[in-house]
């Protein structure tokens, strides 16, 4: 159904949300929608970070100590 809408059709819907809503509505709702993807990458970003350092502490140097002297 969604597949038969055009650009005109597209700039109609544009048209009736703008006029219904207003200018500052939209523009704070968009402020939000800014916020939120800011926040959805910071948070991929942190979960990466951690998983990073624990494969880095999984991966630390488990030689015993009596076999390190020998190198």
Not at 16 to 23: A, K, P, S, T
Not at 45 to 56: F, R, Y
């Amino acid at each position: 159904m969604l597949n038969n809408i055009g650009l005109p059709g597209l700039l109609l819907i544009a048209v009736v949300v703008l006029v219904l809503f207003g200018r500052g509505k939209i523009s704070s709702l968009m402020g939000e929608v800014g916020k939120g993807i800011t926040a959805f990458k910071k948070g991929v970003k942190d979960g990466t970070e951690e998983l990073e350092h624990d494969a880095a502490e999984a991966a630390k140097d488990v030689t015993p100590d009596h076999d390190k002297d020998k190198a």
